[in-house]
């Protein structure tokens, strides 16, 4: 009797065989032929109302600004360490200093934080960077949600207090201890407290000429043939940056 219910309840195939819409395949339900039905006008779906604008684009009327869209807190430094180290160090590096590893494979030099340039620089530039790209930078958009961008920026105002600390910044009585000192207290060669070079394999392209109309800085600054040839040279051959 049981294996008769078993035989019966196999042969019932109606939840199997549903009718059902295939993306992108034609559909004769509708009468504009398709399965798929379009966003009804003037409606925001679940989970995409950008209605902070300076969240999204880190613009303020088309303009960066020098703050956070929320509060920093130790989490959102954590967080914005993690992402930094994923995504931002194979170019850039753990410091920041713009020497990373794929730069060290023949990379063109990625920005060293710790220019004074970068260092002025809103902290929404950050942002607005790794939405959009920067020259040879591919932009991060697609890979970094909006609240881990702006946690990487605020991450990167961190490293650079970190890198350009002076004696006055630290509360009296407490001891600084040398970097050298502290490496070797680690088990680290002395000379990892050194310069760190910029690699000679990075590659020095030509800098884009011009900027695209309307958009904040996206192209480094127009820089005349013969200027960047030198500064090309001067980078190359000139002194190794300090490490920070
Ligand atoms: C594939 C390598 C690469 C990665 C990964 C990368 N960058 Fe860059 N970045 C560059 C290069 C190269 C430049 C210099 C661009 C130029 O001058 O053409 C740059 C420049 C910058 C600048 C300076 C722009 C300016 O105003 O001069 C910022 C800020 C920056 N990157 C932030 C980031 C952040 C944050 C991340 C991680 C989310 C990141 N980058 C990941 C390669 C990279």
Redesign the pocket.
Known sequence: MAALLLLAAGCRQDMQNQPRMFPQRGSSMFADGRSVRPQVAHTVARGQLYENDYFYTGLMNGKEANFMPFPVTMQVLDRGQER?NV??T???SRVGNGAGM?VERG?????NFHDPR?ID?PLS??FY??TNG?????D?KAQ?LPQDRWA?AAY?RALQLSQNAKLSDVPSGVQVENLKTVAQQQGYPASDAGPWPMPATAVYGAPIIGTVAGAP?LN?MPVAKSAAASAAKKQTTGKPPARP
């Not at 990379?107 to 920005?111: L, R």
């Not at 920067?134 to 591919?138: K, L």
């Open positions: 930094f995504y931002c194979p170019c850039h794929i990379y063109k030099p990625a920005a970068h620089q530039h950050y960077v790794m920067y020259g040879a930078m591919p991060y970094i990487i990167i800085a480094p």
